[in-house]
């Protein structure tokens, strides 16, 4: 049996995942622009890692949160141009009062050629 995921150990992972993308060329990403394409690749790459290892619960479109059972939520974003998909009634919401913990993946694109595929920890 698989040991329970915790949010000790999501940040373990999480380092050594992106550790591990540092090194790993995808070329299903090469020429892709889309922020949003490359977020749910890595999203969904990094819960199928974590799936291989850990016991958790997985979140969906409708919940909302990735591991809603740790209160996390998945984001990845550019370095050159940061977004967020969460909605903020205000700045200190942003910072504060969202009512769950953000796991940022941070990777560096090369604009026209897209995806780099080089997560910054």
Known sequence: MKP???IET???EASNFAEIENFHDEPTLY???DGKAVGTYLEHKFASYLAEKY???QGNSASGI?????GVDIKVTSIKQPQSSCLFKSASQKIFGLGYHLLIFVYLDFGH???SSK???
């Not at 990735?66 to 740790?70: A, F, R």
């Open 55 to 57: 016991e958790f619960e």
């Open 10 to 12: 999501l940040k373990e």
């Open 4 to 6: 329970s995921l915790t």
């Open 66 to 70: 990735d591991l809603p059972g740790l």
């Open 113 to 115: 050629l897209g995806y």
């Open 31 to 33: 020429g892709v622009t």
């Open 119 to 121: 997560p910054i920890k």
